[in-house]
């Protein structure tokens, strides 16, 4: 039943993907983002880590994808739409994507043979008890604070360029128009 749970969980992890690269609309895009993360949140609760699970909806759905969504609601979404979906770096692209792909169905050929290489001897097998979440805290408050709180600086001013990006074009020649009647130079 587990591996039944597995492929449709991967499936619609899959699709949703391929629906966030293949949907015209960035909120469609955005939405189907939410989806395969819940889909992922769900595989992690199969694979019986639960805490993963809960901080990928936290951090990913909650946080990043809020911050998506206000991104593209402030970004002029009907001119980006009316673009080309494919420009000229289309074909590169494609190129670049098959041989991702080559490199993927290989790894995957040659991963039976990877487990065998990386096992280790039969004498050192132990079974190591898991760590308590307690002492992940310590470790991601204590030893990895600095980069937990630059990650968080970056996604506030990819969020202030978002809002500098989006009023650049459309406010400045009202707010030059109100400034030149306010200083009397309106008729």
């Given amino acids: 039943m587990e591996h039944e749970f597995f492929l449709l969980l991967a499936t619609v992890a899959v699709g949703t ?16 983002l939410v989806a395969c993360f819940v889909q992922i949140a769900a595989l992690f609760v199969l694979l019986g880590s639960p805490f993963l699970a809960v901080i990928q909806i936290f951090v990913y ?17 009907r001119k980006e739409a009316r673009t080309r979906f494919l420009g000229r770096g289309a074909v590169p692209s494609l190129v670049v994507l098959g041989a991702l792909a080559a490199e993927i169905l290989f790894l995957l050929l040659q991963s039976g043979r990877l487990h065998e290489m990386m096992a280790p001897a039969r004498g050192e097998l132990q079974a190591a008890a898991p760590a308590p979440i307690s002492d992940l805290s310590l470790v991601l408050f204590r030893d990895f604070l600095l980069p937990f709180e630059v ?37």
């Fill in 17 to 32: 993907g391929l629906m966030v690269v293949v949907a015209k609309n960035p909120i469609h895009s955005a939405l189907s």
């Fill in 61 to 77: 759905v909650g946080a990043v994808m809020v911050l998506f969504l206000f991104v593209i609601m402030m970004l002029d979404v």
């Fill in 151 to 187: 990650a968080s600086v970056i996604l506030l001013v990819a969020l202030i360029g978002a809002v500098v990006l989006a009023r650049g074009e459309g406010t400045e020649p009202q707010l030059a128009a109100k400034k030149d009647v306010n200083q009397g130079g309106g008729r």
